[in-house]
């Protein structure tokens, strides 16, 4: 197994084998991020992706999840994807879920055909960045994709029997953005109705535009007791029966995990106890010393 560069996968991704397919990311251009800022984007060689689950085969006796790294290796060409899954099921039979990242782009340039294919040749699920449901902001953030775009895409994944975990991020608009943020992003969640939702709360980056913005007094960043507001707003405003919502991730300061619509006042209360606690306050004294 060989890897290029830091290597990043979705916190229920931790216990796979993580096969890099692609080097980075190929939109590389958001605002917040700086998780690929380091690699020049290409697509591995087949012949050593596929040397490297010979060598993993190798080194590890039971393999029940595979990921495919890096930012969205659905952008590989489907003949290509397709062997390298086959090979997947060849060599671990027990392998019970293939996943990857995937962007709208990635999803709209594939056939309806195609997305079938991949799905019975065992892709099973696909991890893709909403960030926000507000088209304002994610122009603003230079996400290149439109919320309509994305949510054509998750309807074809969906289509193609994919299923769909989806990621929103709270703050990510400042305090001048955060009530928008929350109810268009509770939108868009809504009309995609994916199986999984996982909230995450925005972290400012080293040599990001937005950390930049944020140094230069453009940006005002939420404190911690905004950030449970706003993560407050999103999930009130959400109607999407059957969709597993998480707030799972280290950047979130309350921890949930529910299922919507069925638990959705349960974790309403979970995040009035946290703004009434008062240790959001407490936190927000460590936020402004790790500035």
């Known amino acids: 197994m060989r890897y290029e560069g830091?290597?990043?996968r979705p916190p229920s991704e931790a216990y796979s084998y993580i096969l890099q397919v692609t080097v980075g990311c190929s939109h590389n251009a958001c605002t917040f991020c700086n998780m690929y800022a380091d690699k020049q984007f290409h697509i591995r060689k087949l012949s050593e992706i596929l040397e490297d689950l010979q060598m993993a085969r190798r080194a590890y006796r039971y393999v029940e999840r595979i990921f495919l790294a890096d930012g969205d290796a659905l952008i590989v060409r489907t003949e290509t994807l397709l062997e390298i899954l086959r090979t997947i099921r060849?060599?671990?039979p027990e392998c019970a879920r293939i996943t990857s990242y995937a962007s709208a782009r990635d999803l709209l340039l594939k056939t309806p055909g195609e997305l079938a294919l991949l799905q019975k040749n065992g892709l099973d699920m696909v991890y893709l960045g909403l960030e926000s449901g507000s088209e304002r902001i994610l122009k603003a953030i230079n996400k290149g994709v439109t919320v309509e775009e994305t949510v054509q895409a998750c309807a074809k994944a969906k289509d193609a029997g994919i299923r769909l975990s989806?990621?929103?991020i709270t703050g990510l608009a400042g305090q001048d953005g955060m009530e928008?943020?929350?109810s268009e992003s509770a939108k868009a969640l809504s009309r995609i109705n994916p199986e999984y939702i996982g909230i995450m709360t925005l972290t400012l980056r080293r040599g990001t535009p937005m950390t930049k913005d944020?140094?230069?007094?453009?940006?005002?960043?939420l404190t911690p007791k905004q950030i449970v507001e706003e993560m407050r707003m999103l999930v009130a405003g959400m109607d999407s029966e059957g969709s597993v919502l998480r707030s799972n991730h280290i950047?979130?300061?309350?921890?949930?995990?529910?299922?919507?619509?069925r638990d959705k006042s349960i974790m309403l209360e979970q995040l009035d106890l946290a703004l009434a606690s008062g240790r959001l306050e407490n936190e927000y004294i460590s936020y402004l010393e790790n500035l």
């Open 251 to 261: 950047s979130n300061y309350v921890q949930l995990c529910g299922t919507m619509n």
């Open 90 to 92: 060849r060599l671990f």
């Open 6 to 8: 830091q290597i990043y």
């Open 214 to 221: 944020f140094e230069e007094g453009r940006f005002k960043r």
């Open 180 to 182: 928008e943020n929350a």
């Open 166 to 168: 989806i990621t929103q």
